[in-house]
């Protein structure tokens, strides 16, 4: 069960980051496209979304660093507590089973 719940979570970490660098990629394109014809507003409009894409890439940066040390934590605290992982694993299997049971 800890297994399925670390890939579940490693997935959706995968997910954001997979989204976050196209958001990152379709604004660079934007800002390449859109260089030459633009008034100051357009200019002003250009730094904002330069600024923007900056903090996106240092996000996905943050995150894909987060991502990779919870993972190694992970792996290491399930392989030094193998049993107490297991147990863990069993009784929130077991939580979770009666909670859809019950009625």
């Known amino acids: 069960m800890a297994n399925r719940t670390t890939t579940a979570t490693e997935m959706e970490t995968q997910k954001l980051m997979r989204e976050l660098k196209s958001v990152v990629h ?3 394109e934007v800002l390449k496209a859109g260089s030459s014809d633009l008034s100051e507003v357009g200019h ?3 730094a904002k ?7 996106a890439k240092t996000t996905y940066l943050d995150l894909q660093e ?3 040390e919870g993972a190694k934590k992970t792996d290491a605290l399930i392989r030094d507590n193998p049993y107490q ?7 929130v299997g077991l939580l979770v089973g009666v909670l859809v049971t019950r009625k």
């Open 44 to 46: 002003e409009a250009r």
């Open 49 to 55: 979304l330069n600024s923007a894409l900056d903090a």
């Open 26 to 28: 379709q604004a660079e």
């Open 66 to 68: 987060k991502a990779v």
């Open 85 to 91: 992982s297991m147990g863990i694993a069993f009784g």
